[in-house]
């Protein structure tokens, strides 16, 4: 375990699957959590879990495509907790599979926003805030599809491989100032993401895990139990890294 007492995270997409885990996790290793999401009923849920654990949390309901809504949940966060030591960047959306051709425009717009423009945003408005306390640790939430392309993925792909790549040049233009940046690739992780993905089927979970070589998807809590590492102490030399947690999948 950790230990996060008198430590600050930010959490995006702690409404759901990975980020709620993480913001769950991080609340137990001792640390005060905001935690954002889009959706009211996500946010409201998650907090329900910290207060049951004993932690302590802050909800704020934020879009991360919009610059404005980070700046004032990060904002909220100084008032409530006084500083900020850790940050994952986490929100993010699926994208139907299409081909490059009958990829949809706006569709490609929202992944593309979503996933990879809001982490632009999020450390924008983070970094400045973590320097005023001598530094702190960011992780964002790439993909295996963010080190590996996939078939009818491609808007997904870059904006999973524009988060590893935003993630490494951050950390390198911030190296200096002890702030680290690094990129977490999650492999299936067992969260409703997943369940959209198969169509909430048996058939359709037996399919992906079939192809998993550890037989097996992930869970919320492997992934948690990896960003709190990356943002402790312990993780301490890892920075502009892309740390893949998937089971081995991309390893072949
Ligand atoms: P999820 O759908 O369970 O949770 C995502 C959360 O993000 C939801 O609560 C949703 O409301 C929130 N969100 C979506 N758009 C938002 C916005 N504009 N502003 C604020 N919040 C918003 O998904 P998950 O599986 O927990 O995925 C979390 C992250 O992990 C995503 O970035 C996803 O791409 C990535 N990921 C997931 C897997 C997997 O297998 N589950 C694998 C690799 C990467």
């Not at 973590?130 to 599809?145: D, E, F, H, P, Y």
């Not at 993630?167 to 911030?174: G, P």
Request: proline fraction near 2%.
């Amino acid at each position: 375990t950790f230990d996060y007492s008198g430590k600050v995270a930010f959490v995006t997409g702690a409404g759901s699957g990975i980020g709620r885990a993480t913001a769950l996790a991080f609340a137990e290793a001792g640390a005060s959590v905001t935690i954002v999401d889009i959706s009211e009923q996500g946010l409201a849920e998650t907090a329900a879990l910290i207060a049951a654990a004993g932690g302590k949390s802050l909800s704020v309901r934020a879009d991360v495509t919009k610059s404005a809504e980070i700046k004032a949940a990060l904002e909220k966060t100084i008032i409530s907790f006084g500083r900020l030591d850790a940050a994952f960047n986490n929100a993010g959306i699926e994208q139907p599979g299409a081909s490059i051709v009958d990829l949809d425009e706006d569709l490609l717009d929202r992944v593309l926003n979503v996933n990879l423009k809001s982490v632009f945003l999020c450390m924008k408005h983070q970094i400045p805030l973590m320097l005023k306390n001598g530094g702190g640790a960011i992780v964002n939430t790439s993909s295996g599809a963010g080190v590996m392309a996939i078939r009818n993925q491609s808007g997904y792909c870059a904006s999973k491989f524009g988060v590893t790549v935003a993630s490494k040049v951050a950390a390198l233009e911030y190296a200096d100032q002890n702030i680290r940046v690094n990129a977490l690739c999650p492999g299936i992780i067992d969260t409703p993401m997943i369940a959209r993905y198969t169509g909430g089927t048996e058939e359709g979970r037996a399919r992906i895990i079939k192809q998993e070589p550890v037989g097996r998807m992930g869970k919320p809590e492997e992934i948690a139990a990896t960003v709190l590492f990356l943002c402790s102490e312990q993780g301490s030399f890892i920075t502009g890294h892309a740390l893949v947690a998937d089971g081995a999948q991309t390893a072949g």
